[in-house]
């Protein structure tokens, strides 16, 4: 099978690209364990992408249930050099309000208790991979023209904080975040990221803001509704700035 050109992780609300032509269901197992589902391969501006829902087809997995390592290491067995990651998101600056698309540029993780490395010592082997710039520079660059040339607004750099979950957090908690230098707030960006560099892969995060976070909007409460309906409307320029990256 010839490799992929693109690998795209969609997370809550983006379960499909509706895109894609000729695809094809991709199943297979990692020595990491079971992927999150099948990898949609098909045909994209006539290149080869490939889709994997973060969370399962029919959205079964929680944040800290994901296996980050089987899903990355899966999309680098089918050839994938390229990762575009989608990740739903809570906003906390101004910048970063409901429908709003963007990548990040930082992150800090809050993340705790998850397998976050392919190096767990076996072979007595450790890896300090450099992550001094967690998402790839050159992909970020290629997106923000490809969004450019789709007409599509992102906005370019920002601090992404990768919570626990599966709750949503506590005001004071994101309000630290915002001292902390966050401006937007999700639950998957990690261990994702680092485990994308512990296997050489380019990665990028394309952040779909679908609330204000805890304390930073109006709403009283997050629902789901909401959030679901802002990622829908949010997601339509994707196709557009797919087309773009991968022509
Ligand atoms: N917090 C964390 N993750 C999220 C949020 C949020 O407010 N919205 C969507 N994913």
Known sequence: MPPLDLAVIGGTGLYRLAALTGVQAVEGDTPYGAPSGPVRVGQLAGRRVGFLA????????????????ANLWRLKDLGARRVLAVNTV???????????????????????????SFWDGEGGEVLHVDFGEPYTPSLRAAVLAAANKAGVALVDGGCY?????????????????RRDGCDLVGMTGMPEAGLARELG??????????????GCGDAAEITLEEVLANVEAASAGLPGLLEALLG
């Open 54 to 69: 973060r969370h399962g087809e029919g959205h079964s997995l929680p944040p800290h249930r994901v296996n980050y390592r």
């Open 90 to 116: 809570g906003g906390i600056t101004d910048a970063w309000g409901p429908q709003v698309l963007g990548l990040p540029d930082q992150l800090i993780d809050y993340t705790w208790g998850r397998t976050s």
């Open 161 to 177: 904080g990768a919570t626990q979950g599966p709750r949503l957090e506590t005001r004071a908690e994101i309000a630290r975040m």
């Open 201 to 214: 892969l380019d990665y990028a995060c394309l952040a779909i803001v679908a609330n204000w976070a805890a």
